[in-house]
Nanobody
Framework: QVQLVESGGGSVQAGGSLRLSCAASGFTYSLYYMGWFRQAPGKEREGVAGISGYGGGNRYYADFVKGRFTVSQDDAKNTVFLQMDSLEPGDTAMYYC??????????????????WGQGTQVTVSS
């Protein structure tokens, strides 16, 4: 059974930090690309960052998080992380971990992914 389990969300003040984790199981992690997405109420789901499950290469970041967020992964633990620094109220959303095999120009597109976690809430207050 495929499982992606996110953790690490919470409530922080603007300028604070959180580290999200996504533990993967039930599929061959090294054959997939791992993406982070977020969705605020009434808004479309948007890509945040991504990383290859094979060696941690091919990273991408959305323009709105570059310089603030860092994606990484641990092959031995089949776990991907999202370090979020300098958080802003606009970062408030449900954050989801996803696994898929997107083309290089579709890594930020939700429909290109096959498996999804349940999400973890991030709330940033001013």
């Amino acid at each position: 059974q495929v499982q992606l389990v996110e953790s690490g969300g919470g409530s922080v003040q603007a300028g604070g930090s959180l580290r999200l984790s996504c533990a993967a199981s039930g599929f061959t992690y090294s054959l997939y690309y791992m993406g982070w997405f977020r969705q605020a109420p009434g808004k479309e789901r948007e890509g945040v960052a991504g990383i290859s499950g094979y060696g941690g290469g091919n990273r991408y970041y959305a323009d709105f998080v570059k310089g603030r967020f860092t994606v990484s992964q641990d092959d031995a633990k089949n776990t991907v992380f999202l370090q979020m620094d300098s958080l802003e109220p606009g970062d408030t959303a449900m954050y989801y971990c996803a696994a898929g095999r997107p083309s290089s120009d579709a890594r930020h597109i939700a429909s290109a992914y096959n498996f999804w976690g349940q999400g973890t809430q991030v709330t940033v207050s001013s």
